[in-house]
């Protein structure tokens, strides 16, 4: 992503390039079906004004003060950490004693270089994206709140003038990353450190230029050289990441590296296999503690589905089962990561989140631990939790605690207040206590499965088969139809969420789209000839969508009538079928990669779904795009 409001992390599932300015994140590699984190994420919805993204004057003297305190004690912070290994201790339980984690989100992972060079002081980049200065206090805090795991997101190029070749972190950088991880040890806690989104350097690996792919692979290993060498003296409650959401579909992000963009989705996933692996090896052959640490490797985009493809394969390693698999959740991403679902908690809701989860178990299986190293809904505008938010995250922590995985929660101050050292809504500060590992250590872990499981079953039992949403329908207005897009590289974009937004769209791109009165055939358009590039680079997302459809037609479904690319007719490579991401828009995905199944509430109009499927074209074939123009027949089943 490029920014989020609640979240503001860059989140990379494949990723589409925006930020969502709401509440909640992550990037964003990683499970997300607005395109999960797909559409809105990265398409604007909200995204944030120049000013918001280099913070306010307002407080800023305060700010400097906790800066300057910051960088005084540098050299004066001490740890608790004992440097111990267990060597016998696997992945697997080791995961199990992390308990329940947290993100010190938007805060080492702020990328400011831009701005501000690479010469600042560290804690001047960690306030960038609008948090406060870290402090003992707040870690202590999440620490009380049930939180047992920290996860550091950390952009290393903040410190690092990479561009000369000159790939040394600054030392100050190192101590105040330090610092937080001697915080979080301080109090008990287990530490994931990574690299995260980092100005998204990582589209070298996609050049079409040998030696800048060298290049990045030369700075990948020097960034991890130094960081083992400098923590490897921690005991194995420090934990290494090798990536957040960036491995797999973000090689080809062209935000640094103009020529990226070629790799096909197989190249992506040989060239995530072998950064993985180097990962590994460098870890490794620094020495010290870092010969037997746990390691966590990140999934392709960090999801499920693209993790679980037998094209992903986990690292070889001289460490016997000390490696953990990352994925990320936020599934659905209409609920999770955007305001156009308001609610959760059907049948469907919870057969799709029960499947996912339990399909991580293809790793568990194996003797590889598993971390969702990043889960969350949304807050309202206001603050306050979405209708269901407990229901989904306490089904989520059942999982968790049923197959044994470590849930790490992402959070930019909108669930812990770190101001205010407390969570922000009581009914979620008494779950998150409760499934504390302190909290469940009492227990036998077969009763603590059972009673996950049995929670499980009671929850999918109760759940009502769809929410009957009370509309105004003369209110709605009209029902739209158009065409939601981002591509590859997610710099041609238009009105990707399910609120139809024609204002949400790359500068010269032209749209025609239609109002729907009554059942019919159609045509709408999308022409990218006048935006700056004159065409779009592949497809990231698409989708056919009509606003308002499920509330004024409900029940009709859209059939593809003529699909053409340039002008020119385009076979399909799957069969379509309608759906809804939020009960409200009507949509037939073109190419959805987070879609991992099709949906309970899909309908064809032969009645056969069977065959259907989210990705209904070969993007390998689509590179160059100057139009898309789709007929299609709207009608009741």
């Known amino acids: 992503m490029k920014r989020i409001t609640i979240w503001k992390k860059r989140i990379s599932i494949g990723v589409l390039c925006t930020l969502l300015v709401s509440s909640l994140s992550g990037c964003g590699n990683a499970s997300k079906e607005n395109g999960k984190e797909s559409d809105t994420e990265k398409t604007e919805t909200a995204q944030m004004s120049e000013s918001e993204e280099a913070g306010d004057t307002e407080g800023k003297e305060t700010e400097t003060a906790q800066v300057q305190e910051i960088t005084d004690r540098m050299d004066k912070t001490e740890t608790t950490d004992d440097g111990t290994v267990r060597k016998e201790l696997t992945a697997v339980e080791f995961v199990k004693l992390m308990g329940n984690g947290i993100n010190l989100g938007n805060t080492m992972e702020a990328y400011g270089r831009a701005v501000y060079g690479t010469s600042k002081e560290a804690a001047t980049y960690e306030t960038y994206w609008g948090q406060p200065v870290t402090t003992r206090e707040m870690i202590e805090g999440m620490k009380a709140a049930g939180f047992d795991s920290l996860r550091i997101p950390i952009a290393w190029t903040n410190a690092m003038d990479y561009e000369d070749g000159d790939y040394t972190i600054k030392e100050t950088y190192l101590d105040r990353v330090e610092e937080i991880i001697d915080y979080a040890r301080g109090c008990g806690m287990y530490v994931v450190i990574n690299d995260h989104w980092d100005g998204s350097w990582w589209g070298m690996f996609g050049s079409k230029t040998p030696e800048t792919r060298d290049k990045a692979m030369e700075m990948y290993v020097s960034m991890w050289e130094q960081i083992a060498e400098r923590y490897k003296d921690y005991s194995d409650y420090l934990v290494f990441e090798s990536a957040n959401e960036e491995l797999g579909d973000r090689l080809n992000d062209i935000d640094v590296c103009e020529d990226s963009g070629s790799l096909s989705q197989n190249e992506c996933y040989e060239i995530t296999n072998l950064i993985n692996q180097t990962f590994v090896d460098t870890i490794r052959a620094s020495g010290g503690n ?146 504390s590992y302190s909290a469940q250590s009492v227990l036998a872990e077969e009763d603590i499965i059972k009673a996950a499981k049995d929670r499980m079953e009671a929850s999918y039992a109760n759940a009502p088969e769809k929410f009957e949403l009370q509309v105004d329908l003369d209110a709605l207005g009209t029902a739209m139809a158009w065409i939601m897009f981002s591509s590859e590289d997610w710099n ?146």
């Open 290 to 435: 870092n010969e037997q640490r746990f390691l966590l490797i990140a999934g392709y985009n960090t999801d499920i589905a693209h993790t679980c493809d037998n094209r992903f394969v986990m690292p070889k390693d001289t460490a016997e089962k000390k490696l953990i698999v990352s994925v990320h959740y936020y599934t659905p991403w209409s609920y999770c990561g955007t305001a156009s679902a308001e609610n959760w908690g059907t049948k469907g809701n919870y057969e799709e989140q029960n499947r996912l989860l339990g399909d991580m178990q293809k790793f568990t299986k194996q003797g590889y631990g598993v971390i969702i190293g990043e889960y969350a809904v949304m807050t309202n505008q206001d603050g306050s939790l979405k209708d269901n938010t407990c229901d989904f995250i306490t089904n989520f922590l059942d999982n968790c605690d049923a197959y044994g995985y470590c849930p790490m929660l992402w959070d930019c101050s909108n669930f812990f207040v770190r101001k205010e050292l407390k969570m922000n809504d009581e009914a979620l500060a008494e779950l998150y206590l409760e499934r």
């Open 492 to 637: 041609s974009t238009y009105s990707a969420g399910d609120v139809y937004d024609p204002t949400s769209k790359t500068a010269g791109l032209e749209a025609v789209d239609v109002e729907i009165k009554e059942a019919g055939t159609y045509t709408v358009s999308l022409d990218f000839t006048k935006t700056e590039a004159g065409f779009a680079n592949g497809i990231g997302f698409a989708a056919l969508a009509v606003g308002n459809g499920e509330l004024l037609f409900p029940e009709y479904v859209i059939e593809i009538k003529e699909f053409l690319i340039n002008g020119e007719p385009y076979e399909l490579t799957a069969k379509p079928y309608t759906s809804s991401d939020d009960g409200k828009c009507t949509r037939v995905n073109i190419y959805n990669g987070w879609v991992s199944g099709v949906p309970l509430d899909a309908r064809c109009a032969d009645g056969d779904t069977s065959e259907a499927s989210a990705i209904i074209v070969d993007k390998e074939e689509l590179k160059h795009i100057e139009t898309i123009e789709i007929t299609f027949a709207y009608m009741p089943l």
